[in-house]
């Protein structure tokens, strides 16, 4: 049985890794072939990367991209997870609805929304509007943990401080905040990653005027392969990884992921 | 600390950013779209309003009747792959130890928000001729010359499991954490092998997280919109696809709006249907 | 040897030893309790007996046959979790009839013991009911009858009444151990609740720290604790330190007291139970000391006394009240027949 499950256990991670160690591989290559095993050995396509112009400015507008879109998700998130938690409004649910609707629906819906909305209002193809696109896009990421964040916190926590004379304010910044910190880290850090690697919101509003990695990406892979493209989703791979495994390392991922209770 | 309704106007005051950002940026667009879907196309990639059905009346075609069908059955497939693989996998995964589910969640995560360009582009890469794995295969003995896997449909399908694949078990997770461990134990203790127990056991007491997952799965599935692209053939081009197809490079908006709008109303009917299937575990 | 046998079973996680050394012998037939506070390793012993957990070293031994790598599956034994873990998808009748189904019996046969074994519990006329739809009482013996749905050689429950208020607990325990005496099932209850275990026990087998304190008779438990630890968790009880002078006279707290033989020790500890401490007037009393506290519950009254720098307590009934008050000098004798020296 344990032979079994352990089997199981190799056959999926086998599964899940297999792309990636070819890609992986194939960066590694000390030409420009697409080969694997790779022949020869070189970091240079990691290189290429930062030293390649298009594909640094690429990814330059990939992370501004996704650190303020992440901010600006949060922004929009916390207030509203804040009231949803402070506040008897069955109504105002309605936006918890609307925050959590455009990443449950196909993306590709979210997009033509905002593709039809910029091109009607005249801002086609300005940088900030993919921020604003991504940011409302993601809003459910932020929204999920800090409604979970929110969640955990002992009401009679705010009472107490109630009872030592702080005002709503003063409980919010001296209570609240301090203790909701993590799941706005996590919140902003999910966003983060995800706008990281998004293509299409980001190809239907601002694709004709500015590349963003993935963009950059797809773009190549229609004129043909460059290994820079491997090294670019190892890169991003790792970002991942690191992102993830540093919330796992200083927060409770499993709690995070809604398996409440205790761990085991 | 009680809850209480909003006393004051300014208690409101947390709300209007969020509301305004949502309503603007969200719901606006998403009418903007639901407009256009009516608007009548002109030469050069422009549209002017009107209230027409022809965008919708172009469903009728037999091609797009293809399409959909194509579409709805490759998203089965997939969520009924996931779910296949995902349920055992997530159930033993909850029972592993906190340190192995917490290095499966991180490797599942990061593949979670890989983007799909790059999944595409891995497993093209992993099919292809000249660095795939029938290179392995070739060398192995088993094959006699490596040779390309894609475009196919069996390449649209793998693909598209394993990008949905985490998604699965991060729906699954939580459900599963929280299955009181005993009820196993009790079967075992009944007399049921470890197999036994999660079938009779564990599949029906989670029947309907089950049904939900399957469903929130279609609905991820169906909006894949690069892989068949990608890997397939245009016979393997989904309503995702014809939508971004549309859209971008034939100029149709108001086509590709119409499209979406139905592709909305599917889903939302789905959804629908996930949140009764969750509603009904509890009141079980 | 027939019966359940543990032999030197220890359970180790990682570098904590949950159970260390454990051996016991439950002969067929008798009731066995396993007490002892919380993290004793008590709950642990009854995982491995099941075979939910497997031992680090030892075996387990069942009617003379070692069952230590026999799965949990393939032990015909039945359990009650403290959870009761009843299958929410299935009927009052399907959760009876699930160990009956495993092995294949057929439908009519499986109706007939559901159905006896629904009268055996007084729920007639429930196997179409969902489980969710029951009273804890009912969902308990629910959770007994399925157990039992195959009259497994082994009854296994662990902390089966927590999770019932105090009154029906007591009424669960007086009828769980009629159905056992009737059944005659070799039966073993997990519990933290000692009354619980002295009501329906034969042997009572206190642990604590992995280990078996001692195993015994409720009554001997109670009357011959084998060292402090037992003592105390056991009722309450006045420990209280003593030294002897090697041939035989022993005193507390610097005074000589008679009739303690105690030959060869030098000190130790002797447990008198509340009830047993005699309050005596201070002339004469070779050990005395004051009244500080005093605690009328109606049915008892509880005498504190400070002696020695320690608190013993004196328990009596009102007709026997001692005629004290707050800071008064009293003196104290304790009967060599009912205080127990215990093992250092």
């Given at each position: 049985?344990?032979?079994?499950?352990?089997?199981?256990?190799?056959?999926?991670?086998?599964?899940?890794?297999?792309?990636?160690?070819?890609?992986?591989?194939?960066?590694?290559?000390?030409?420009?072939?697409?080969?694997?095993?790779?022949?020869?050995?070189?970091?240079?396509?990691?290189?290429?990367?930062?030293?390649?112009?298009?594909?640094?400015?690429?990814?330059?507008?990939?992370?501004?991209?996704?650190?303020?879109?992440?901010?600006?998700?949060?922004?929009?998130?916390?207030?509203?997870?804040?009231?949803?938690?402070?506040?008897?409004?069955?109504?105002?649910?309605?936006?918890?609805?609307?925050?959590?609707?455009?990443?449950?629906l196909p993306p590709v819906i979210t997009a033509l929304g905002l593709l039809t909305f910029w091109a009607t209002s005249g801002f086609y193809g300005q940088?900030?509007t993919a921020?604003?696109s991504?940011?409302?896009f993601?809003?459910?990421?932020?929204?999920?943990?800090?409604?979970?964040?929110?969640?955990?916190?002992?009401?009679?926590?705010?009472?107490?401080?109630?009872?030592?004379?702080?005002?709503?304010?003063?409980?919010?910044?001296?209570?609240?905040?301090?203790?909701?910190?993590?799941?706005?880290?996590?919140?902003?850090?999910?966003?983060?990653?995800?706008?990281?690697?998004?293509y299409i919101v980001a190809y239907m509003t601002v694709g004709f005027t500015?590349?963003?990695?993935?963009?950059?990406?797809?773009?190549?892979?229609?004129?043909?392969?460059?290994?820079?493209?491997?090294?670019?989703?190892?890169?991003?791979?790792?970002?991942?990884?690191?992102?993830?495994?540093?919330?796992?390392?200083?927060?409770?991922?499993?709690?995070?992921?809604?398996?409440?209770?205790?761990?085991? | 600390?009680?809850?209480?309704?909003?006393?004051?106007?300014?208690?409101?005051?947390?709300?209007?950013?969020?509301?305004?950002?949502?309503?603007?940026f969200f719901v606006i667009p998403f009418a903007t779209m639901i407009a256009v879907s009516f608007f009548e196309r002109q030469q050069g990639g422009f549209y002017e309003p009107a209230f027409v059905f022809d965008n919708y009346g172009r469903f009728?075609s037999?091609f797009f009747?293809?399409v959909?069908?194509?579409?709805?059955?490759?998203?089965?497939?997939?969520?009924?792959?996931?779910?296949?693989?995902?349920?055992?996998?997530?159930?033993?995964?909850?029972?592993?130890?906190?340190?192995?589910?917490?290095?499966?969640?991180?490797?599942?995560?990061?593949?979670?928000?890989?983007?799909?360009?790059?999944?595409?582009?891995?497993?093209?890469?992993?099919?292809?001729?000249?660095?795939?794995?029938?290179?392995?295969?070739?060398?192995?003995?088993?094959?006699?010359?490596?040779?390309?896997?894609?475009?196919?449909?069996?390449?649209?399908?793998?693909?598209?499991?394993?990008?949905?694949?985490?998604?699965?078990?991060?729906?699954?997770?939580?459900?599963?954490?929280?299955?009181?461990?005993?009820?196993?134990?009790?079967?075992?203790?009944?007399?049921?092998?470890?197999?036994?127990?999660?079938?009779?056991?564990?599949?029906?007491?989670?029947?309907?997280?089950?049904?939900?997952?399957?469903?929130?799965?279609?609905?991820?599935?169906?909006g894949?919109y690069?892989?068949?692209q990608?890997?397939?053939?245009?016979?393997?081009w989904t309503l995702s696809v014809l939508i971004t197809d549309q859209a971008i490079y034939q100029s149709n908006m108001p086509f590709a709006a119409a499209m979406a709008v139905f592709l909305v109303l599917?889903?939302?009917?789905?959804?629908?249907?996930?949140?009764?299937?969750?509603?009904?575990?509890?009141?079980? | 040897?027939?019966?359940?046998?543990?032999?030197?079973?220890?359970?180790?996680?990682?570098?904590?030893?949950?159970?260390?050394?454990?051996?016991?012998?439950?002969?067929?037939?008798?009731?066995?309790?396993?007490?002892?506070?919380?993290?004793?390793?008590?709950?642990?012993?009854?995982?491995?007996?099941?075979?939910?957990?497997?031992?680090?070293?030892?075996?387990?031994?069942?009617?003379?046959?070692?069952?230590?790598?026999?799965?949990?599956?393939?032990?015909?034994?039945?359990?009650?979790?403290?959870?009761?873990?009843?299958?929410?998808?299935?009927?009052?009748?399907?959760?009876?009839?699930?160990?009956?189904?495993?092995?294949?019996?057929?439908?009519?046969?499986?109706?007939?013991?559901?159905?006896?074994?629904?009268?055996?519990?007084?729920?007639?006329?429930?196997?179409?009911?969902?489980?969710?739809?029951?009273?804890?009482?009912?969902?308990?013996?629910?959770?007994?009858?399925?157990?039992?749905?195959?009259?497994?050689?082994?009854?296994?429950?662990?902390?089966?009444?927590?999770?019932?208020?105090?009154?029906?607990?007591?009424?669960?325990?007086?009828?769980?151990?009629?159905?056992?005496?009737?059944?005659?099932?070799?039966?073993?209850?997990?519990?933290?609740?000692?009354?619980?275990?002295?009501?329906?026990?034969?042997?009572?087998?206190?642990?604590?720290?992995?280990?078996?304190?001692?195993?015994?008779?409720?009554?001997?438990?109670?009357?011959?604790?084998?060292?402090?630890?037992?003592?105390?968790?056991?009722?309450?009880?006045?420990?209280?330190?003593?030294?002897?002078?090697?041939?035989?006279?022993?005193?507390?707290?610097?005074?000589?007291?008679?009739?303690?033989?105690?030959?060869?020790?030098?000190?130790?500890?002797?447990?008198?139970?509340?009830?047993?401490?005699?309050?005596?007037?201070?002339?004469?009393?070779?050990?005395?000391?004051?009244?500080?506290?005093?605690?009328?519950?109606?049915?008892?009254?509880?005498?504190?006394?400070?002696?020695?720098?320690?608190?013993?307590?004196?328990?009596?009934?009102?007709?026997?009240?001692?005629?004290?008050?707050?800071?008064?000098?009293?003196?104290?004798?304790?009967?060599?027949?009912?205080?127990?020296?215990?093992?250092?």
């Amino acid at each position: 049985m344990i032979v079994l499950r352990r089997l199981f256990f190799v056959a999926v991670g086998l599964f899940l890794a297999l792309p990636l160690i070819v890609v992986a591989g194939v960066s590694i290559n000390e030409k420009q072939t697409l080969a694997f095993p790779p022949q020869g050995f070189s970091l240079s396509w990691y290189g290429e990367i930062f030293l390649n112009d298009d594909w640094r400015n690429a990814l330059f507008a990939s992370l501004t991209l996704a650190a303020l879109s992440a901010a600006l998700a949060l922004l929009v998130a916390l207030p509203l997870a804040w009231f949803l938690w402070r506040r008897v409004a069955p109504w105002a649910n309605i936006f918890q609805l609307l925050g959590i609707a455009p990443f449950t629906l196909p993306p590709v819906i979210t997009a033509l929304g905002l593709l039809t909305f910029w091109a009607t209002s005249g801002f086609y193809g300005q940088p900030w509007t993919a921020v604003i696109s991504h940011a409302i896009f993601f809003v459910t990421l932020p929204l999920v943990t800090l409604s979970l964040g929110f969640s955990a916190i002992d009401r009679s926590l705010v009472e107490a401080a109630a009872t030592m004379g702080a005002d709503d304010r003063t409980i919010f910044r001296t209570v609240v905040l301090p203790l909701i910190l993590p799941y706005m880290v996590s919140g902003y850090a999910f966003a983060f990653v995800l706008s990281l690697n998004e293509y299409i919101v980001a190809y239907m509003t601002v694709g004709f005027t500015m590349e963003t990695l993935p963009i950059k990406i797809f773009n190549a892979l229609r004129y043909g392969y460059t290994p820079t493209m491997a090294s670019v989703t190892v890169f991003f791979l790792v970002i991942a990884a690191l992102v993830f495994g540093l919330i796992a390392r200083f927060g409770d991922l499993p709690k995070l992921l809604g398996a409440m209770g205790e761990g085991r | 600390m009680r809850r209480e309704p909003p006393q004051r106007f300014a208690d409101y005051g947390p709300l209007v950013f969020p509301a305004a950002m949502l309503v603007i940026f969200f719901v606006i667009p998403f009418a903007t779209m639901i407009a256009v879907s009516f608007f009548e196309r002109q030469q050069g990639g422009f549209y002017e309003p009107a209230f027409v059905f022809d965008n919708y009346g172009r469903f009728l075609s037999l091609f797009f009747g293809k399409v959909l069908g194509f579409s709805l059955f490759l998203a089965m497939a997939v969520a009924a792959a996931c779910v296949t693989i995902g349920v055992p996998f997530t159930y033993l995964l909850s029972r592993s130890s906190r340190a192995a589910q917490i290095r499966w969640l991180v490797a599942l995560l990061s593949i979670l928000s890989l983007s799909e360009v790059m999944i595409g582009f891995a497993w093209s890469t992993l099919l292809s001729r000249t660095a795939g794995i029938t290179n392995l295969f070739a060398l192995l003995g088993l094959m006699e010359a490596p040779q390309a896997l894609t475009p196919s449909f069996g390449a649209v399908m793998t693909a598209m499991t394993y990008q949905a694949l985490p998604y699965t078990v991060l729906i699954l997770y939580p459900a599963l954490v929280r299955l009181d461990p005993t009820l196993t134990e009790a079967a075992r203790t009944l007399g049921a092998s470890p197999f036994k127990a999660f079938f009779n056991v564990v599949v029906p007491a989670l029947r309907n997280t089950i049904l939900a997952t399957l469903i929130m799965v279609f609905i991820f599935a169906l909006g894949s919109y690069l892989l068949p692209q990608l890997l397939g053939r245009p016979q393997h081009w989904t309503l995702s696809v014809l939508i971004t197809d549309q859209a971008i490079y034939q100029s149709n908006m108001p086509f590709a709006a119409a499209m979406a709008v139905f592709l909305v109303l599917v889903s939302l009917s789905l959804v629908g249907l996930a949140v009764y299937a969750g509603r009904q575990k509890e009141a079980a | 040897m027939s019966g359940l046998i543990l032999s030197n079973v220890t359970k180790q996680f990682g570098t904590f030893k949950a159970v260390n050394d454990v051996s016991l012998s439950v002969p067929d037939g008798t009731f066995v309790c396993l007490l002892g506070p919380s993290g004793c390793g008590k709950t642990t012993l009854m995982r491995m007996i099941a075979g939910l957990d497997l031992p680090t070293t030892g075996s387990v031994a069942l009617g003379g046959e070692d069952i230590t790598q026999i799965p949990t599956h393939k032990r015909n034994l039945g359990m009650v979790f403290q959870s009761l873990a009843l299958f929410p998808h299935l009927t009052v009748g399907e959760n009876i009839a699930y160990a009956l189904r495993i092995r294949g019996v057929d439908k009519a046969d499986q109706k007939k013991r559901v159905d006896e074994l629904l009268g055996m519990i007084h729920l007639s006329g429930f196997a179409d009911r969902s489980v969710n739809k029951l009273s804890g009482g009912q969902r308990q013996r629910v959770a007994i009858a399925r157990a039992l749905a195959i009259s497994p050689k082994l009854f296994l429950l662990d902390e089966p009444l927590s999770a019932l208020d105090a009154k029906l607990r007591e009424a669960m325990q007086v009828e769980l151990r009629q159905l056992q005496q009737r059944l005659g099932i070799t039966t073993i209850v997990v519990t933290h609740d000692q009354r619980e275990a002295m009501t329906m026990a034969d042997t009572v087998v206190v642990m604590n720290g992995g280990e078996i304190r001692q195993a015994a008779a409720p009554v001997d438990i109670y009357r011959r604790p084998a060292d402090s630890f037992v003592a105390d968790f056991i009722g309450s009880t006045n420990l209280i330190p003593f030294r002897a002078d090697g041939r035989g006279q022993a005193s507390i707290f610097g005074s000589a007291v008679d009739g303690f033989s105690l030959v060869g020790a030098k000190a130790g500890t002797i447990s008198v139970r509340p009830e047993d401490v005699q309050i005596v007037t201070a002339e004469g009393s070779s050990v005395t000391g004051t009244v500080t506290f005093i605690r009328d519950l109606g049915g008892t009254v509880e005498t504190f006394i400070e002696a020695g720098g320690q608190q013993i307590v004196a328990v009596s009934s009102p007709r026997t009240r001692p005629n004290v008050s707050i800071g008064q000098t009293v003196g104290l004798r304790f009967d060599p027949e009912t205080s127990v020296v215990l093992a250092q």
